[in-house]
């Protein structure tokens, strides 16, 4: 987004990560300010947009990208503590960051909102043992089509985005569970994905999602193999 014009904020609860983010965007000429929070937690993400608005002005694009996987494994043996931890990252994390930059995009008649998801949203079934997750992704994208229907008429769109198996931390993450924990099926599946080098990179998803931002649909839920849209 920054190679394309934009000044963002980039917001995680990792500052070295966002330090590495911002030098590399802020050394090719754009810019780019680093906000530390748990989108888990509403205040420090309220304090974050704050922040963030003070410097750039209101947000006009939001990317919900940040999520995690856990818990993993059979359903009767998760935390249900880990349970309610995820859904606040996963799904009360981007509605809260939504609710504190709407008001100004509503205001100004021009937003864009997009909720990152993943096909396992559309097949719960397709991995065993990694139901939360499943969950939450199909509780963003009931949230985000009827945010959609909301702000119908605003200038302001929401949609969903399924970026497609990407080599993240999150893969990496999964594979290193212990299989007899998660369950050796679901251990193998992701390992295979590795091995085949079937994963894309953050960058060729991203790139996928880029063409599609600032267009005035709304209420859709793109897939990375989506064709490009046109003119």
């Not at 929401?158 to 993240?168: F, M, S």
Request: glycine share 10%; aromatic share 4%.
């Amino acid at each position: 987004m920054a190679e394309a014009g934009a000044r963002v904020g980039l917001l995680s609860r990792t500052q070295s990560e966002l330090d590495d983010a911002c030098a590399e965007i802020n050394a090719a000429g754009g810019t780019a300010v680093a906000l530390v929070a748990d989108v888990g937690e509403g205040e420090q993400t309220r304090r974050a947009v704050a922040r963030l608005v003070s410097q750039l002005g209101p947000v006009e694009i939001l990317v919900n990208n940040a999520a995690v996987v856990w818990p993993l494994g059979p359903s009767w043996k998760v935390d249900p503590d880990q349970v309610s931890a995820a859904l606040a990252i996963n799904v009360v994390g981007p509605m809260a960051l939504t609710g504190h930059v709407l008001s100004d995009m509503v205001g100004s008649g021009w937003g864009r909102i997009v909720n990152v998801s993943a096909a396992i949203a559309a097949h719960p079934s397709m991995l065993a043992g990694i139901n939360t997750y499943a969950t939450s992704k199909g509780a963003l994208e009931a949230h985000t089509l009827n945010l959609a229907a909301e702000l119908h008429g605003t200038g302001v769109t929401a949609n969903v985005y399924r970026p497609g198996t990407v080599d993240t931390s999150m893969q990496a993450y999964i594979r290193e569970q212990p299989p007899e924990q998660i369950g050796a099926a679901l251990h193998d599946r992701f390992t295979a994905m590795h091995s085949s080098g079937s994963l894309i990179t953050p960058r060729a998803s991203a790139t996928s999602l880029i063409g599609r931002v600032a267009g005035p649909k709304s209420g859709e839920i793109w897939d990375v193999n989506d064709p490009e849209p046109g003119p």
